[in-house]
């Protein structure tokens, strides 16, 4: 079995006015998230949200502005998902960006990663995520796309 690395990214994709694009996971009832993946390789971590973009939604990221927060978080893996890792591993390291969009386009999911999509503005979907560092960086959402 290949392991995931314990380095991922949380891309936000959105439009000009915050509409926020969520996904709901296949694996885990009611789960709406971000675009999410772990680094492959020794690729850059752009070039990981853009992949990652590309493989969740159908949409090509280098159409479109992709803002690197150049900010992570550390968190404890959820058990579910441990298993994807390293024996040992606990903690992944995310790293944040933002991909704006002009309008909510259309969306290709991924059937063995999601079975859903939404798009909602930035506080409902920071209501509505699971993971607590996909709310944070929801609620930064509007000072970061402003600078």
């Not at 290949?2 to 994709?13: F, G, R």
């Not at 927060?69 to 944040?96: A, K, L, M, S």
Request: with cysteine; glycine share 4%; aromatic share 10%.
């Amino acid at each position: 079995m290949t392991y995931k690395q314990p380095v991922s990214v949380l891309v936000l994709i959105h439009t000009r006015d915050l509409r926020v694009l969520l996904l709901e996971r296949n694996d885990f009832a009611n789960a709406w998230q971000s675009v999410t993946g772990s680094r492959e390789g020794e690729e850059h971590l752009s070039d990981t949200a853009r992949r990652e973009v590309a493989e969740e939604t159908g949409i090509d990221a280098g159409l479109y502005t992709l803002r690197d927060w150049q900010c992570c978080t550390d968190f404890e893996i959820y058990e579910i998902w441990r298993h994807r890792y390293p024996p040992g591993v606990t903690t992944n390291t995310e790293h944040v960006f933002s991909l704006e969009v002009p309008a909510e386009i259309a969306v290709r999911l991924a059937p063995r990663e999601h079975r859903r999509f939404q798009w909602l503005d930035w506080h409902a979907a920071a209501e509505a995520v699971f993971s607590p560092s996909n709310a944070e960086a929801l609620r930064q959402l509007p000072q970061r796309i402003a600078n």
